[in-house]
Structures are given as structure tokens and as C-alpha cells.
């Protein structure tokens, strides 16, 4: 009974509301429906004319930086080039020499487990150094140019090689472990020939992080003199050139993202051909 009411009453007011927009419409004034549909319609128009200018204004600028760019590596082709090969000298230098200790570093500390805190330890607060601080820090004791770029580099690459070597080595199987001891392997051979190649996968992840890493910290390279792609950055950002400097970092981001897709691939290949 009481849901017939409710239902009844529900009626009757859509009725009234119907009829008094009906009775609005006669004497020439807009009902209720229209004044909302008016209302919504001058909020759209209201946005367009705000918005819309200053949304097409943003798509003009992009294109006009688009098309400095392009027209920057065109008419500096030889420069560009010339910073492109310092970056990656610079970046490929730092990669080896922190590859190499990660990997000595990581495979110590899952060989001897009581070195594993002081050693990870150490290398999380080189870590946490700010890379320009760690510019400032170097330049007494190494001067200025690409020597001190080199070593700031490589601190700040070892750390993701020494964690994942670490982990690679220390979560492979006990029992693939054991049946090689149980067939006269000896402990290099068990590094060498298992843990390693088993491992492999992971390794190569931390060392895709490392070359992704060196290659974008790289940028701040030019601080210190030693030249790459950040010369191109800090000049743009000098002399008020947002192409220019748009230019360096779409060079660093390109080279980065290159360089992780082959890693990425080869990463693949070792962890399909690891696992069992």
C-alpha cells in the first residue's frame, strides 16, 4: 500500500513538472529544462572560449619547439655529433670499471656472507649522495675534467651491480647446488660453470640498470669540464635556449632507451635459457 502511494506521488510530480514547463513555453519563457540545458550550454561555451585558446596556444609552442630542435640538428649536425661521442666515451668508461668491481664486489659478498652488511651498507650511502655533490666532493682530490666525471659514474653504477649479483647468486636452487657439489665440483667450477650462468639473467638486470643510470647522470658531466651531451643542456639552459637544451636531453633519453631495449632483450634471452 504504502509503495502505491510513494509511486502515485511520483507521478503526480513529474505531471506538475510537466505542465508547468508546458505552461512556461506559452507565455514565452523558458521552463525549467531549458534553463538547465541554456546553463550547460554556456558552461561548454564559456570553457571553449577559456580553454581552448590557450590549449591551442600550447599545441603551437610544442610544434614550434618541435621544429627548433630538428632545425638544431641539422644546422649543428657536426656538434651534436662530436658531444654524442664524449657522452658515451664518458658513459661506456664508467659503465666498465663499475660493472667489473659490481660484479668482483657481489660475488665476494655471496661467497663470504659476513662481508655482505658493511659492504651493502657502504655502497646505499654512496648512493644516497646527490651526483652534483658528489662532483664537489671529488674535484680536491681529482681536479676537474673527465677523470673526476669517471669516478663519480662509477659509484653511482656499482651499487645496482653488487645488489643484483648478490641476489642472483644467493637465490639460486640448494638442490642444483648440491648435485653439482655431489659430482666433484669444485668451488670455482661451481661458480664458474653453475651459480654464474644460472644467475646470468639477474646480473644482466642490474647491469641494464647501471648503463640506463651512467648514461643519464652522464648530463652533469659538463659541471666538471668533461664534456657529453650536458654541454648542450647547460648552454641551453645559459643563454635561455629551451630548444637547445630540449636537444641534449632528447639525445640522452634516445641513447638511454636504446640501450635498455637491447639489454632488455639480451636480459630475456639469459633468464629463458637459465630457467629449468
Known amino acids: 500500500m504504502a509503495r502505491d ?3 502515485g506521488n511520483i507521478m503526480v510530480a513529474a505531471v506538475s513538472k510537466d505542465a508547468a514547463d508546458m505552461a512556461d513555453r506559452r507565455r514565452g519563457r523558458p521552463g525549467p529544462s531549458q534553463r538547465r540545458s541554456a546553463l550547460t550550454m554556456g558552461a561548454v561555451l564559456r570553457y571553449d572560449t577559456v580553454r581552448g585558446p590557450r590549449f591551442r596556444k600550447g599545441v603551437c609552442c610544442s610544434m614550434e619547439l618541435l621544429e627548433e630542435i630538428f632545425s638544431l640538428y641539422a644546422q649543428r649536425a657536426d656538434w651534436f655529433g662530436e658531444l654524442l661521442l664524449d657522452h658515451l666515451s664518458l658513459a661506456l668508461s664508467a659503465i666498465a670499471v663499475s660493472g667489473t668491481l659490481g660484479l668482483l664486489l ?3 659478498i655471496a661467497e663470504c656472507p659476513r662481508a655482505a652488511p658493511p659492504v651493502m651498507g657502504l655502497c646505499n650511502v654512496l648512493y644516497t649522495v646527490p651526483a652534483i655533490s658528489l662532483l664537489g666532493i671529488l674535484i680536491p682530490f681529482t681536479g676537474i ?3 673526476t666525471a669517471v669516478i663519480a659514474l662509477t ?3 656499482v651499487m645496482p651491480m653488487v645488489r643484483n649479483t648478490y641476489v642472483g647468486l644467493t637465490s639460486l636452487d ?4 648440491e648435485a653439482a657439489k655431489g659430482m666433484g665440483s669444485t668451488r670455482s667450477q661451481l661458480l664458474l660453470r653453475v651459480k654464474l650462468p644460472m644467475a646470468a639473467g639477474v646480473i644482466l638486470a642490474g647491469l641494464r640498470n647501471t648503463v640506463v643510470m651512467t648514461i643519464s647522470v ?3 658531466a659538463s659541471f666538471v669540464g668533461a664534456g657529453g651531451l650536458g654541454v648542450a643542456i647547460y648552454r641551453g639552459i645559459t643563454i635561455y635556449n629551451p630548444a637547445m ?3 641534449g636531453s632528447v639525445l ?9 631495449l637491447a639489454l632488455g632483450a639480451l636480459e630475456r634471452y639469459f633468464k629463458k635459457r637459465g630457467s629449468p
Open 218 to 220: 652522464a648530463g652533469i
Open 106 to 108: 657481489g660475488v665476494l
Open 252 to 260: 640522452i633519453a634516445l641513447l638511454a632507451f636504446l640501450c635498455d
Open 5 to 7: 502511494i510513494a509511486a
Open 174 to 177: 640448494p638442490d642444483i647446488l
Open 145 to 147: 675534467g673527465s677523470k
Open 245 to 247: 637544451t630540449a636537444a
Open 155 to 157: 659509484i653511482y653504477g
